[in-house]
């Protein structure tokens, strides 16, 4: 069955959820089509002991401020997807659960978004379809004759999967040194960290908060032609969360380089030792998940798109939301997704009334 929309936004966790309360504002007519069956996105997913890198109130999308959870300075996963779930009916956002979009094709002045229960004709679309989808796993020497189990951060959930076992995590960023730090915390996982560089650890007393200040004062550096002040990156790459500091002031926490190669029954090291190993965690991040776009034919660098802000350049009816500090400074963040949310719904208003 075909029917007729305004705008269709692609993905309903916090980026469309951003998304459909600035088009409510702008008065447009929307669907928020989500692959999930139930709301929160990406955060229904996460491991058992993930908290935010920042305080509830510095972690809040647009008009509603997120509660504190009580007892817990930086709130734990499932409680953002309580959030979130409360932000979807507070606002009665037009949520459709358990729709993935297949593609979306241009089909003269309407923009034909295909899913799995419909099709949907829209005259603008934005995509909010984050990249919890697109794991990104290296080509490691090895990788293939490992017979042990090998999984990806989207697969992990706690220590006690791994009791009794020999695991070794990969990666040097927050996934990576939070992973390591709750496997090391367990006193019946016996955890190797191994990271490409060693890991740079932010100052203790930088979060989420702080990072989010860097990026603003990027942002208005850059705006107004002043010397780019290096951003969150020139500081480093792991916030130092309770649980890693935990690991690392006892000792537990510290990384290896890279192993040689993985072996049938484990890792060998430069050097040539070898150590057996049960398990491999690889914690090496995300691609954006654009593959619904690509009979638009406007794939960019690195499986990213180009954009000016959040519109896809080459598609002026195009919208791209979260994903990364590539279509806006901290879009892929909560706190951090309002503003382009709702740069974006506003060119999408001026468009569909010129
Ligand atoms: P997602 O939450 O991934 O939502 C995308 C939605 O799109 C999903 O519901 C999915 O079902 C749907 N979807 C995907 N493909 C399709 C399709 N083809 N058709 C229809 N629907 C589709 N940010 C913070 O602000 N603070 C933190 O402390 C923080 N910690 C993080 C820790 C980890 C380990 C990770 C991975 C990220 C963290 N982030 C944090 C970053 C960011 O806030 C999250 O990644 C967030 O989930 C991104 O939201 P999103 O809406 O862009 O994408």
Redesign the pocket.
């Known amino acids: 069955m075909t029917q007729h929309t305004e705008v269709a936004v692609?993905?309903?966790?916090?980026?469309?959820?951003?998304a459909g309360y600035h088009l409510r504002r702008q008065g447009l007519d929307f669907v928020i089509?989500?692959?999930?069956a139930a709301?929160?996105?990406?955060?229904?997913h996460?491991?058992d002991s993930?908290?935010?890198?920042?305080p509830a109130e510095h972690?809040s999308l647009p008009g509603r401020l997120m509660p504190a959870q009580p007892g817990q300075t930086?709130p734990g996963?499932r409680h953002?997807v309580d959030y979130l779930t409360d932000y979807e009916k507070r606002y009665d956002l037009p949520v459709r659960h358990g729709?993935?979009?297949?593609a979306v094709r241009r089909d003269g002045s309407r923009l034909v978004v295909e899913?799995d229960t419909g099709i949907w004709r829209a005259k603008a679309v934005i995509s909010?379809?984050?990249?919890?989808?697109r794991p990104f796993l290296p080509a490691a020497p090895g990788r293939p004759v490992f017979t042990g189990r090998q999984l990806h951060?989207v697969n992990y959930r706690r220590p006690a999967d791994f009791a009794g076992q020999r695991v070794v995590v990969v990666g040097g960023g927050?996934?990576g040194a939070?992973i390591a730090a709750d496997l090391a915390l367990d006193e019946h996982v016996e955890v190797t960290w191994v990271t490409q560089h060693p890991p740079r650890f932010l100052p203790d007393d930088i979060d989420?908060r702080a990072l989010f200040d860097v990026a603003t004062a990027r942002r208005r550096a850059l705006d107004t032609g002043s010397s780019d002040t290096g951003g969150v990156a020139s500081l480093g790459d792991i916030?130092a969360?309770p649980p890693v500091r935990a690991a690392r002031d006892a000792g537990l926490l510290t990384a290896k380089p890279m192993f040689a190669r993985l072996t049938a029954d484990g890792a060998r090291w430069d050097g040539g030792s070898h150590t057996t190993v049960d398990a491999v965690v690889w914690c090496t991040g995300?691609r954006p998940?654009l593959?619904?776009l690509a009979p638009l034919n406007l794939r960019g660098p690195r499986g990213h798109m180009l954009t000016d802000g959040t519109r896809a350049r080459g598609e002026p009816r195009l919208h791209l939301?979260?994903?990364g500090d590539w279509t806006g400074p901290?879009?892929?963040?909560?706190?951090?997704?309002g503003r382009p949310a709702r740069d974006a719904a506003r060119e999408i208003a001026h468009l569909l009334r010129s």
Do not use: M
Not at 99 to 102: G, L, M, P
């Open positions: 692609i993905g309903g966790g916090q980026a469309g959820l951003a089509l989500d692959a999930d709301p929160g996105g990406a955060w229904q996460l491991w993930l908290h935010l890198f920042s972690s930086y996963a953002v729709t993935r979009v297949e899913a909010a379809t984050g990249s919890w989808s951060t927050n996934s939070q989420g916030v969360v995300f998940a593959s619904h939301l979260g994903y901290a879009s892929a963040t909560l706190i951090g997704v």
